[in-house]
């Protein structure tokens, strides 16, 4: 998966457009996904690779949005240990794993 992922950077970015990549660079507990496990934000869009899935990867996508606006690397802390709210309601999910992730997004450059 992580060659596919900067298979489809190097593709992007070599036409020009601007990538996010985002990379799972610690990990503690129950968690989706493994240290080094990578994902692509286009700014068209495309969305390459999976740091995990659920709120959590959104929350990945949503830094990958801002890094794309202002070029600025960041650290996303996602936490998977608490519980999912509804309507007031704790719900049960699989999103909860139990476990915590550190990941880095940066703009990919080829230059």
Do not use: H, Y
């Amino acid at each position: 998966m992580e060659l596919e992922v900067i298979q489809s950077v190097l593709k992007l970015s070599g036409v020009g457009e601007r990538v996010a990549l985002a990379t799972v660079v610690e990990t503690r507990g129950s968690v989706p996904r493994k240290a080094g496990s990578k994902m692509a934000v286009a700014e068209s869009g495309r969305i390459v690779g999976t740091v995990g899935g659920g709120c959590g990867e959104a929350q990945v996508v949503e830094a990958a949005w801002e890094t794309l606006r202002d070029g600025e690397p960041r650290m996303v802390f996602v936490d998977l240990t608490e519980a999912i709210l509804e309507n007031g309601v704790v719900t049960e999910s699989e999103a909860v794993c139990g476990g915590t992730m550190r990941v880095f997004v940066e703009l990919a450059d080829r230059r």
